[in-house]
């Protein structure tokens, strides 16, 4: 077999191990979502349903979603779904028109038939505040309590709401609520009784400051933008949060690629470093030209080291700048290029000696060995169940939906115990526009909508104010007691000669002058 063979054949089992993983990551996640129902109270549960999470979406962190709930009596698989069908049924209007679904609402859709990113979809288009996954098999391990159709076997692993590859434009919610639970759910809204229900998440907030992780490549494009913004956010977190970036490495014994020490074949060729212990996919797809996947591991370990030698303070600035260099002026052509990496390593203040060493004392990338700064990567990423790139955690819990600024600013605000929030996020966090709030230092509203600012920067507003108005009225005061002077002098003058000094001489006639003899 040629090696181009070897190479996407350890490609695939590379995907395979990762598939391993995802049971691991369902098992370690935190849990950060609630699922009640409030209408009718006989369907009420103390703690609330037990749910999944859907993997795509973006849910409204430190907040929550109470509406009514309507079922579908579709799929909502076909584009041309029934917005007026579904339970309870409604009144026609005053027209004798059927009427739609009305917002706000949470939309029941029954799983099956299509993906659940498209059920999902459609239930956006439809107006949908958020979706609730209704389980149509009972999951084995609940067989004392769910009950199967006849002739229908249960299902030994649990689904997973996996994004098909196409949800980044799902901006709305949605769980998967089991079998036994939704029937009866549905059975009430099919009897055209209201069902009232909560989605509420949250951030584990353990006390007074955050954490918070990234998992990304050097050539991961999804995170770029995140990367390129948050910069602003983690110096107006400033020592209240601390930030962790992780670089995606896999492992070559895994994989196939590491043979053994002692001689062993690198069976992976440039995808991987160290005889083919740490490796990385080849980001253009061509394993001949262009940039390698050892050249990722490359820069990856690169990152590390500089995060370890700048990051100390959880803020890690210089971090920040590096990668904002990188991909404005490296990323493309010159991702391997020294000249280049070395510029955004001077104009980011950054000890190239220092980073140089870092990478060579952990075992460098050459030889036949471990490098140890690769391998707590990779150990941290199995015990982290990382499968999904870019991947970002706030306090042990993964962060849902897209990898943007807004979502990421909220979750990390959301993490902090109640009262201990730095005074960006009570500035902020609120704002229509996150980004450009941190960024000015204050909240633009959307016209219509009302400011949100903190009282420290409000009653420092009032003081720059008072102080404003006291100067402007003691320049005045100045001004006026100016002029009145001159013109007080101006009117003596008239009388009194002045001398080139300035000074008034008195004519004023002696008592003795004055007396005629």
Known sequence: MTPKFYNIQALLTIVAAASLLVESNNQIDVVTSRLKVHVPTGLSKAGGYEHREALFGVPPYGGAIIEKVYFADDRMCDDKYDAFGGYPERENDANGNDVPWQTPFILMIERGGCTFVQKVRNAQRAGAAAVIIADMLCQCKYDDLCHSEPNVECEGLEPTMADDGSGADISIPSFLMFKQDADPVKATLMSNNPVRMELRWSVPNPGPSVSYELWTTP?????????????????????????????????????????????????????????????????????????????????????????????????????????????????????????????????????????????????????????????????????????????????????????????????????????????????????????????????????????????????????????????????????????????????LAEYMPIDKEGNLHDTAIDADDAEFS
């Open 219 to 491: 050539t991961d494009t999804i995170s770029e933008e995140f990367q390129l913004d948050f910069k602003e956010a983690a110096l107006a977190l400033g020592g209240t949060s601390s930030f962790t970036p992780h670089m995606f490495i896999y492992d070559g014994y895994i994989s196939g690629c590491f043979s053994g020490s002692g001689g062993g074949e690198n069976v992976c060729d440039n995808l991987c470093t160290n005889n083919g212990r740490y490796c990385a996919t080849d980001p253009d797809g061509d394993l001949d030209t262009g940039v390698s996947g050892s050249d990722v591991v490359r820069e990856s370990l690169r990152r590390l080291c500089i995060w370890d030698q700048y990051g100390g303070d959880g803020i890690g600035k210089e971090w920040w700048d590096y990668v904002d260099y990188f991909i404005n002026s490296c990323i493309s052509e010159f991702f391997t290029d020294r000249e280049c990496i070395m510029d955004a390593m001077q104009q980011s203040n950054i000890d190239i000696g220092a980073v140089e060493k870092c990478m060579s004392d952990s075992g460098g990338l050459e030889e036949d060995k471990i490098n140890a700064r690769l391998a707590l990567e990779i150990k941290a990423k199995e015990d982290d169940g990382v499968v999904i790139l870019p991947v970002a955690y706030v306090n042990g819990a993964a962060i849902r939906g897209a990898l943007e600024f807004s979502t990421m600013f909220k979750a990390v605000c959301s993490g902090y115990k109640s009262g201990t929030q730095p005074e960006i996020c009570d500035r902020c966090s609120l704002c229509p526009h996150e980004k450009e709030c941190v960024e000015r230092g204050y909240c633009t509203a959307l016209p219509g909508s009302k400011a949100v600012v903190s009282k420290s920067y409000f009653m420092w507003s009032i003081v720059v104010i008072i102080v404003s108005f006291a100067g402007i009225a003691f320049a005045g005061y100045t001004y006026h007691q100016k002029r009145m002077r001159s013109q007080i002098r101006g009117i």
